[in-house]
C-alpha cells in the first residue's frame, strides 16, 4: 500500500547524523559526567542487557524528556538495525520493549549516553532531542494501525515510572517521537495507550471534566490562534497551512486519538487549550522552557 516515509520510525535515518553535529555545535554548558548516578535502580523490573549499540555518544545535556516509539519492524529486525552498525543509519535506543505475550525489557544503551533515536527534532525550546532525552521503542509494526497489548502497557508503565521519578521529568515531557517531529514522523502511533498511562501518572493529559464543560462553549477556531497554541505547548510547526495541517494531526496523534484529520475543530482546541491551563501556570510555564 501507499506507505510514506514518515509513517515508519526507521529509528531516526540519516537525520541523526545531521541532528548529532548540530547538537555538538551547541554551546550550552556540560553538566558533570556522573554516569552512574544517572541511571534508575529499576526496583522490582527485569532490566535485560541486550546487543550493544553503536548509535550513542556521550550525553551533554541534562535529561529532560522521555520520547516513545514504534518499531515498524520485528523484535530480531529491530535489534539489528538498533546496533548502529550501518554508517549510513546510525541509530540505537536505550530500551526495547518486545511484544511477546510477556514482554521484555531490553537495555541497548546506557541512560548516561545519548542514543540516536529522535533524529531531526524540536520541542518546547530544545533541539536535537537526542541529547535530552530517554528513548524507548516499542516492537510494534504500526501504532496506528495495531493496539498495543495490556500487557505492553503494563511494562512500559513500569519502565515509565522508573525513569520519570529518576529523572524528575515533567509530564509535558513525555511524548511521542510524532510530537517531536512534526510530519516526519507519525510513532508511536494513535493506537498507543497515551491515556491509560497518563490515568496511572505518566505524562499530560486535560481533565475531562474541563473538556466536557468547553466543549459546550464557541471557541475561536482561526488558524493562528492554533498554531500560536501549538507552539505554546511545544510543537515545532513548518510556516504555512501545511505545516499547521502537521501540527494538528501530530497533537491529535497524542491527544485525539479518534480523529486524526488535520482539521482545526472544536474538540481538538478545547483539549489543547486545557492542557495549557493545566500545565503552563507561571511555575510549569518557567520550568517547562528551563532546558
Ligand atoms: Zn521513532
Redesign the pocket.
Same mark, same amino acid.
Given at each position: 500500500m501507499n506507505a510514506p516515509i514518515r509513517s515508519y520510525?526507521r529509528?531516526g535515518l540519516i537525520w541523526t547524523v545531521i541532528s548529532a553535529g548540530f547538537v555538538g555545535c551547541t554551546t550550552t554548558t556540560q553538566p558533570e559526567n556522573k554516569p552512574a548516578e544517572l541511571e534508575p535502580k529499576f526496583t522490582g523490573l527485569v532490566i535485560e542487557q541486550g546487543p550493544t549499540s553503536l548509535g550513542a555518544e556521550p550525553r551533554n545535556h541534562p535529561i529532560t524528556c522521555l520520547i516513545l &516509539?514504534h518499531t515498524a519492524g520485528s523484535l530480531p529486525s529491530s535489534l539489528e538495525i538498533l546496533q548502529g552498525k550501518d554508517p549510513k543509519h546510525k541509530v540505537g535506543v536505550h530500551y526495547v520493549v518486545t511484544d511477546e505475550p510477556k514482554p521484555r525489557v531490553i537495555r541497548m544503551v546506557p541512560e548516561h549516553m545519548a542514543a540516536y &533515536?529522535a533524529g531531526k527534532s524540536a520541542w518546547g525550546k530544545l533541539n536535537g532531542l537526542n541529547q535530552h532525552s530517554i528513548g524507548i521503542e516499542i516492537i510494534n509494526y504500526d501504532g496506528n494501525v495495531y493496539p498495543y497489548s495490556e500487557a505492553q502497557a503494563d511494562i512500559i508503565f513500569a519502565l515509565c515510572q522508573e525513569i520519570i521519578r529518576h529523572h524528575d521529568i515533567k509530564p509535558w515531557n513525555v511524548i511521542g &517521537?510524532s510530537d517531536v517531529s512534526v510530519g516526519r514522523?507519525v510513532?508511536p502511533g494513535s493506537k498507543f495507550p497515551w491515556a491509560k498511562l497518563a490515568s496511572l501518572g505518566i505524562g499530560a493529559w486535560p481533565l475531562p471534566n474541563e473538556v466536557a464543560d468547553n466543549l459546550k462553549s464557541k471557541r475561536n477556531l482561526s488558524p493562528s490562534h492554533l498554531r500560536g497554541l501549538l507552539s505554546a505547548y511545544g510543537y515545532f510547526l513548518e510556516p504555512g497551512e501545511a505545516g499547521l495541517k502537521l501540527g494538528v494531526e501530530a497533537f491529535q496523534r497524542h491527544f485525539r486519538p479518534a480523529k486524526v484529520d488535520g482539521l482545526i475543530d472544536t474538540e481538538t482546541v478545547v483539549i489543547l487549550e486545557a492542557l495549557l491551563r493545566r500545565y503552563q501556570s507561571k511555575a510549569y510555564r518557567e520550568a517547562r522552557f528551563t532546558p
Open positions: 520510525c529509528f &516509539h &533515536h &517521537h514522523k510513532d
